[in-house]
């Protein structure tokens, strides 16, 4: 079952998707860079702590969150 869909996802994303789908437990929040029309929907059950969460949201965005 291969993910597919734009915007591309990066491999460590897809496995944590994959994993996921073996756990249905999850908690989908949608985020929003100020200025982006487009938000993201995020599972912050895939994240281990906030410093995980936080280099996510840049690797998502393009941007620093610092």
Do not use: C
């Not at 869909?5 to 897809?14: D, E, V």
């Not at 998707?17 to 929003?32: D, E, G, S």
């Not at 280099?55 to 969150?65: E, N, P, Q, V, W």
């Amino acid at each position: 079952d291969q993910l597919s869909g734009w915007p591309p996802i990066r491999s460590h994303l897809r496995s944590q998707i994959t994993a996921r789908r073996r756990n249905p437990a999850t908690f989908f929040v949608k985020v929003y860079k100020e200025g982006v029309p487009i938000g993201r929907k995020l599972d912050l059950l895939t994240f281990d702590d906030y410093g995980g969460l936080i280099r996510a949201l840049g690797d998502m965005f393009k941007t620093s969150i610092f």
